[in-house]
């Protein structure tokens, strides 16, 4: 399985919900990343996974709260959360960890989140 | 910090053509590696090809080619025989300590 896996693929939400999207990778990689992206603009670093611990938070909002279960699974739960954080949030792997400078990213497809 | 920058927004193409997309980057690091990354419309972002900073012969990956000048800190991706498939965001990155990645190039296939 060489495959990051988002689910779901398209999530609409009010401003008062809360949700939690979900990344899963069966590679063995040790390195998992929250992106976000605009539209026709580059991903934004969130968050960084190294070894299940939280490595990099790129100054997050904590209506944004990432959780890494264990080695194959990376949540991002979501509360409260504003129009403008209407994005498409990319997970990400890599087999190295991240301070690795010659690491490699594996994307999933990517989560469209509409906050209304 | 690093920058990477892609000073063509967009870029179109006859199909079975030749296109180059331009990247240029700034950094102090002596260890690290280039990427382009393929962003199609499906969103999900694909490596193209990668480039380690210490070796110095070009990487190739079948029709994916890099010209690669470290003193000038250039990176362009050559795509000779272009297909329709190929029509997608093309993003530079750079990789030192982090990932940096630069604003994007939009290619289109003309038919």
């Known amino acids: 399985d060489t495959e990051v896996t988002q689910t779901p693929k398209h999530l609409v939400m009010g401003m008062t919900n809360k949700k939690s999207l979900k990344c899963e990778q069966h590679m063995g990689h040790r390195a998992m990343y929250w992106y976000k992206q605009k539209a026709k603009k580059p991903p934004e670093l969130m968050f960084v996974?190294?070894?299940?611990?939280?490595?990099i938070n790129e100054s997050v909002p904590s209506r944004f709260s990432p959780e890494c279960p264990n080695s194959s699974l990376l949540n991002l739960h979501l509360h409260a959360l504003q129009p403008e954080d209407s994005a498409l949030y990319l997970c990400?792997?890599?087999?190295?960890?991240?301070?690795?400078?010659?690491?490699?990213?594996?994307f999933g497809s990517g989560t469209q989140l509409s906050v209304l | 910090a690093q920058t990477v920058t892609q000073s063509q927004p967009e870029m179109s193409v006859q199909e079975a053509e030749t296109v180059t997309l331009s990247c240029t980057y700034d950094?102090?690091?002596?260890?690290?590696?280039l990427f382009w990354y393929k962003q199609p419309p499906s969103r999900q972002m694909i490596l193209v090809i990668r480039q380690e900073a210490y070796k110095q012969q070009n990487a190739t990956e079948n029709r994916f080619s890099v010209n690669f000048q470290k003193a000038a800190k250039s990176f362009s991706l050559k795509i000779s025989d272009s297909q329709l498939g190929d029509a997608a965001m093309y993003f530079c990155a750079y990789k030192g300590n982090q990932f940096y990645f630069g604003t994007g190039t939009s290619l289109t296939v003309i038919p």
């Open positions: 996974y190294s070894y299940e611990k939280l490595s």
């Open positions: 990400a792997s890599s087999p190295l960890p991240p301070t690795a400078f010659n690491e490699k990213l594996f």
């Open positions: 950094t102090s690091e002596s260890d690290y590696y």
